[in-house]
Nanobody, 123 residues
């Protein structure tokens, strides 16, 4: 059974940093891209960042310069380091895994999803 489990979310103040993790199990994700998406209350799920197996990274404009995605292939784990957090970053953050040859910014490209971790940023 394939599982993606996010961890590391929480409540922080504006300007703080937070690192969330996504541990994958049940199969190897060799060749897969790992992505982070988020969904705020009343809004659609949106792309945040993705990293291909090759290490190529992609970011939403809102994340560029503040967020860094990384992965440890040996541990089947992806990370999202978030700096200079803003209240508008408040959302449930979801980890996803999908074939690397598809568009990494589209949620439809991903086969596997985690349950999400809440990130809340206060003023």
């Amino acid at each position: 059974q394939v599982q993606l489990v996010e961890s590391g979310g929480g409540l922080v103040q504006a300007g703080d940093s937070l690192k969330i993790s996504c541990a994958a199990s049940g199969r190897t994700f060799s060749g897969y891209a790992m992505g982070w998406f988020r969904q705020a209350p009343g809004k659609e799920r949106e792309f945040v960042a993705a990293i291909k197996w090759s290490g190529s990274t992609y970011y939403a404009d809102s994340a560029k310069g503040r967020f860094t995605i990384s992965r440890d292939n040996a541990k089947n784990t992806a990370y999202l380091q978030m700096n200079s957090l803003k209240p508008e970053d408040t959302a449930v953050y979801y980890c996803a895994a999908g074939p690397t040859y598809l568009s990494v910014i589209s949620s439809r490209s991903y086969d596997y999803w985690g349950q999400g971790t809440q990130v809340s940023v206060s003023t």
